[in-house]
């Protein structure tokens, strides 16, 4: 990189007030910090990762405006302990937050009170935070999102809301801060309409705002007038999940549509990903056949695996970031990123204390990569724990990637070795030809994995998950 180009990318990234000569009266307004969550989408299923089928020019934008990283995970192939992990910028593993409360654990758990947000942290930065859709920490008083670092809630304890019900004509268990409301919309509708309220209303002061929709998430529900769209599909079920995709672009494109109005592109970070790689279901053996119940017909190509697996297919997921003036348009990044490097990239930008941004963080702040400051790759490595369904340890999952590298344990199967960096299928297993890369990288696993904490949900849940009593 030349002096010149050097110092320019420095530019690009600095601090809003030293980006501009202002008046120290008036010092400039911090940038804006939006993270849209898709649930369940798999890495093959935007129009800017290849598909042939799914409508998403909105989503595509992102991208087109930004940077696409070939290369992006999230921390678990669940929706639980993935969205831990993305809110606290921590590996969820550290909290015993492994996976999905089962039906014993779910009425009291919830992500621990010693883990501080990603809300907490812009929060006490000087932002306004908000908090919409599908929550799925907790539901429980002590973990529900207005109390975990968001001023402002909109949302679902547990997702999987669409439709209003035919009963009562609202949609079930939405809230608004502590309260339930009676809402009548489409759930991705409404949550789009109150993203862009919060933008509207928040438009001068400096803002963080989670908006996590639910499609394309089982239950299979779409809009008379987006099926229509999708009427040339002959499979019902992949007619559906286009369907709610096209609402999902829509929407987003409602909330991309508020920035521009109110002049807020060049200062708002917008990440847009998944929360973990498609459930792609078995073969349908007619057009017509009956949904199977948690699937949604995306697809992970050209990735292996589905969701629940550590496989590429389970963890690999779209991962989209624009900052318009500061990433360039249109580019790639293909090292390795992961969601729990959002939560430092964010406060990066806020202008948090170093200590603040380094204080038990696992992430990484990746805006000098993807502006082109620094080259290379952000994470020496990345590591995964799923050890999930609790009962079942021949069943529990896990894997390292370290440069072009990647070791898993998926289950029954015996470590296998990959260069993912060039075999992103996970085709070809190259453990006995590298087994001095076997051990080495299952040795720095194991060290990584003593300093977590041991499953919380496949045991009485202890005293971590309640607050600390009051002194």
């Known amino acids: 990189m030349t002096p010149s180009l050097k110092i320019y990318s420095m530019l690009l990234v600095a601090p809003l007030a030293a980006l501009h000569a202002a008046d120290p009266a008036t010092p400039a307004k911090k940038t804006n910090v939006i993270i849209l969550l898709a649930d369940d989408l ?26 696409r990283c070939t290369a992006g995970y999230v921390t678990a192939p669940q929706c639980c302990p993935s969205r831990a992990g993305l809110l606290t910028g921590r590996y969820q593993n550290r909290f015993g937050f492994e996976a999905n409360p089962g039906p014993a654990a779910e009425p009291t758990a919830g992500l621990p009170v010693s883990e501080r947000t990603i809300g907490d942290r812009m929060k006490a930065s000087g932002y306004v935070t908000g908090m919409i859709g ?27 809301v669409l439709f209003p019900q035919k009963k009562t004509g609202s949609l079930k268990d939405i809230f608004r801060g502590p309260n339930p409301v009676q809402e ?40 008379p007038e987006d099926l229509a769209k999708f009427s040339h599909i002959p499979d019902l079920h992949r007619r559906t999940m286009l369907a ?31 929360d973990n790689g498609g459930p792609t279901g078995k073969a349908r053996p007619q057009p017509d056949a009956d949904f199977e119940y948690g ?24 991962f989209l970031a624009q900052w318009k003036g500061h990433i360039p348009a249109g580019s790639t990044y293909d090292k390795p990123v992961i969601s729990i ?12 204390e170093k200590s603040a941004i380094g204080s038990g963080l696992d992430g990484t702040n990746i805006l000098p990569y993807l502006t082109g400051i620094k080259t290379g790759e952000a994470h020496d490595s990345l590591f995964w724990r799923f050890r999930f369904p609790p009962g079942r340890p021949d069943l529990h999952r896990w894997a390292i990637r370290k440069g072009d590298w990647k070791l898993v344990k998926d289950g029954e199967n015996k470590p296998a070795l990959y260069r993912v960096s060039t075999d992103i299928s996970e085709s070809k297993d190259l453990s006995a030809e590298k087994p001095e890369v076997v051990a080495s990288l ?6 990584w994995d003593a300093e977590n904490k041991e499953p919380l949900w496949d045991r009485p849940l202890k005293n971590e998950l309640k607050p600390a009593p009051a002194k």
């Open 134 to 160: 599908k929550w799925h920490l907790g539901r429980t008083e002590e973990f529900r999102p207005y109390n975990r670092g968001f001023d402002e809630t909109f949302w679902s304890p547990n997702g999987g």
């Open 42 to 67: 798999g890495y093959a299923d935007l129009g800017c990762q290849g598909s042939k089928e799914v409508v998403s020019p909105n989503i595509d934008s992102i991208a087109a405006n930004g940077v």
């Open 442 to 447: 299952s040795e720095e696993w194991k060290r």
């Open 244 to 274: 709610m995709m096209a609402s999902l672009d829509d929407n987003v494109g409602r909330v991309l549509n508020k920035l521009r109005e109110t002049k807020l592109e060049e200062n708002t970070l917008v990440f847009f990903l998944s």
């Open 341 to 352: 490097d959002i939560t430092p990239t964010a406060l990066s930008i806020a202008g948090a």
């Open 295 to 318: 699937q949604n017909t995306s697809k992970n190509d050209p990735c292996r695996g589905v969701k629940g697996q550590v496989l590429e297919g389970g963890i690999r997921i779209p």
């Open 184 to 223: 009548p919309e489409y759930s991705t509708d409404a949550f789009a309409r109150e993203a862009v309220s919060f933008i509207d209303r928040h438009q001068n002061a400096p803002f963080f705002l989670y908006v996590a929709f639910v499609p394309p998430h089982w239950p299979m529900e779409a809009k």
